[in-house]
């Protein structure tokens, strides 16, 4: 018996369950159905960047910056931070849109230099200029180790009295007069008042009530060697052009490329093994970008499984569906880690208080996806496997609908795809309705080209 269970130990578990204990919750139950951090958070790239176009989420990941770089007094151990700064590049045809990013950074009073063509030659001598025009530069930001960060949150979890039972499988969350009642597992029934559901992508099939606008999908990442000889200044990289990005580890980095995904029924049945087209092109990436880097060699090569909502945000709430206990935290896009130890900390707030008081949230409840509301996605820049340019399909939405959407990506350009969702993330409340309705009532061809005209406006 339990008072709250946790189900899932990736680092998003982890995390509230250290902040619960932290806060004194006592009689915490962690289910993991394999082992710590066996999931996907140890896939993460463990980027640590602000450079977010969701001002909230830019909060989020400021506090857990902090977080990460206190890491040793705040949760004891070591995450793994290197603060090697966090380098956004772009192009002329994307500046505007990563300019307002980082002018809302600058707003925040956040540290964020905006670097032009030649500061940024000089920041990282190693980069082919080719088609750049700046950069937004984080000296705060860096990356941490996805992995550590979790077994630290649990072994400083574990000293506050929290119980972890891995191998532990739960098959079905319970529920009796509206009320949590406990949980049944691949090792019996467990009784508990409150259960927090934080499986990331095995969150599906446990949800109690109306599924979660949540689809699977596949990507890709691989980790390649540093050519002996080859001085580098060691950072964070992103490049809005190629959809490159890198981090140093140690004698490795990790390469990653924007890159078409695969959906997915099952996020336990997929292709482990690295698509040739994508290697191919993170290659031609890498070494257009870093020529420096042309002979690294790959070292090793990792699938993983990301679950994304419409709006690319999670979903961090609780009671969910008129339950008194049950409480969500799920749908983190592939990008959790680096909001983690903030995102623990309100979700612990929400469990033990009612609401989360030291971060904010509210911006992350599932109701506003009732109805069958789908926000406009918003990636950002830097956001590594999520693809900037393919939005998360609607499966809410009339297949005609659906197909007439396919239809008008297929008219633009790459670069106008690229400049798509920056567009419609700035629509205001005064002219999404009249979109909306252009949209569903003109012809493809009337919109494409009303978008084109509209994004060379805005983006030339």
């Known amino acids: 018996m339990a008072d709250i269970i946790i189900i899932g130990g990736g680092v998003i578990g982890a995390s509230t369950a250290f902040q619960l204990a932290r806060r004194g919750a006592k009689d915490v139950l962690l289910l993991e159905a394999k082992t710590i951090c066996a999931g996907e958070t140890q896939k993460s790239g463990g980027f640590v960047q602000t450079l977010w176009p969701n001002i909230h989420e830019v909060r989020l990941i400021a506090k857990s910056r902090e977080m990460f770089r206190d890491w040793a007094n705040v949760v004891g151990g070591d995450c793994g931070w290197t603060q090697g700064g966090y380098l956004n590049v772009t192009g002329p045809q994307r500046e505007s849109a990563v300019r307002a990013v980082y002018q809302m950074l600058i ?3 956040l540290p964020a230099e905006w670097l032009d063509a030649e500061q940024l030659a000089r920041l990282q001598p190693m980069l082919n200029m080719d088609g750049l025009s700046g950069a937004s530069w ?3 930001s ?10 630290a949150f649990i072994a400083a979890a574990q000293a506050q009295g929290v119980v972890v039972r891995e191998g532990v499988r739960v098959t079905q969350i319970l529920v009796d007069d509206r009320k949590i009642v406990g949980v049944e597992t691949s090792q019996g029934r467990i009784a508990a008042r409150v259960v927090l559901l934080a499986a990331g992508p095995w969150s599906l099939p446990l949800h109690l009530g109306e599924p979660l606008p949540i689809v699977i999908e596949r990507g890709q990442v691989l980790y390649m060697n540093r050519p002996p000889g080859v001085a580098e200044r060691e950072l964070a990289f992103y490049d809005e052009i190629t959809g490159l990005y890198t981090h140093p580890i140690g004698d490795k980095r990790l390469v ?3 890159y078409e995904l695969d959906r997915l029924a099952n996020p336990d049945e997929y292709a482990r093994s690295l698509d040739k087209a994508y290697v191919d092109s993170l290659k031609e990436k890498l070494a257009f970008r870093f020529p420096a ?3 690294s060699e790959i070292v090793s090569e990792l699938a993983g499984v990301y679950d994304f909502t419409p709006d690319a945000q999670p979903i961090m709430d609780g009671p969910v569906g008129g339950i008194a206990g049950y409480y969500v935290a799920t749908g983190f896009n ?3 880690f680096k909001s983690s130890p903030a995102t623990g900390l309100g979700m612990a707030e929400i469990i033990l208080d009612g609401a989360a008081t ?7 409840t599932i109701e506003r996806f009732a109805g069958g509301a789908r926000p406009a996605p918003l990636y950002p820049p830097g956001a590594g496997p999520v693809p900037i340019a393919k939005p998360t399909p609607l499966p809410s939405l009339p297949p005609a609908l659906v197909e007439k959407l396919e239809a008008i990506r297929a008219m633009l350009t790459a670069a106008e795809r690229d400049q798509l969702l920056p567009y419609m993330a700035s629509l205001g409340a005064d002219r999404l309705p009249a979109f909306a309705s252009a949209l569903i009532t003109r012809p493809a061809e009337e919109v494409a080209a009303y978008l084109r ?4 406006a805005r983006f030339s």
Request: negative net charge; glycine residues 16%.
């Open 358 to 364: 030291s971060v904010d949230l509210k911006h992350l």
């Open 138 to 140: 984080e000296p705060a």
């Open 453 to 456: 005209t509209e994004l060379a």
């Open 293 to 295: 880097l042309a002979g």
């Open 142 to 151: 860096g990356w941490a180790n996805p992995i550590a960060a979790t077994r």
């Open 334 to 336: 592939g990008t959790g």
């Open 256 to 258: 990653g490329i924007d």
């Open 107 to 109: 707003d925040e009073g």
